[in-house]
């Protein structure tokens, strides 16, 4: 592969890892989720590990759902950030390492889950 080529590949990759991190410290359970999956109301104020787990198989089968659509005039990269964004955050959420679903870690970040 040519050399401009990896560099390329190499930025934007990194590029997409610093959105989907951001986007997973703002990431808001009950706003953001609805507009990715059909789930029940109930399921977005459930905070319980056997909802997050049921929401992150979810998330996952929407991630590789939305991997199938790479290249067909369906595929939504905004929406394949924002699942991933959301994943990301939920199972930091089921390893105990993240804050309430209901607060972003900073209020004074203007940028939102993509989607």
Not at 60 to 86: F, K, M, S, V
Request: charged share 30%; with cysteine; glycine share 4%.
């Amino acid at each position: 592969m040519r050399p401009y080529l990896q560099i390329m590949q190499q930025r934007a990759a990194e590029s997409l890892a610093r959105q989907i991190n951001v986007g997973s410290e703002l990431y808001e359970k009950r706003k953001h989720l609805r507009r990715l999956l059909p789930l029940a109301p109930e399921d977005f104020a459930d905070e319980s590990r056997q909802t997050t787990r049921a929401i992150l198989l979810h998330l996952a089968r929407a991630l590789r759902a939305e991997r199938g659509r790479a290249g067909h005039w369906t595929y939504d990269l905004n929406r394949h950030i924002a699942l991933a964004q959301a994943y990301k955050a939920e199972k930091e959420r089921l390893s105990g390492g993240a804050r309430s679903s209901h607060q972003p870690v900073s209020s004074d970040k203007s940028q939102s889950c993509s989607s």
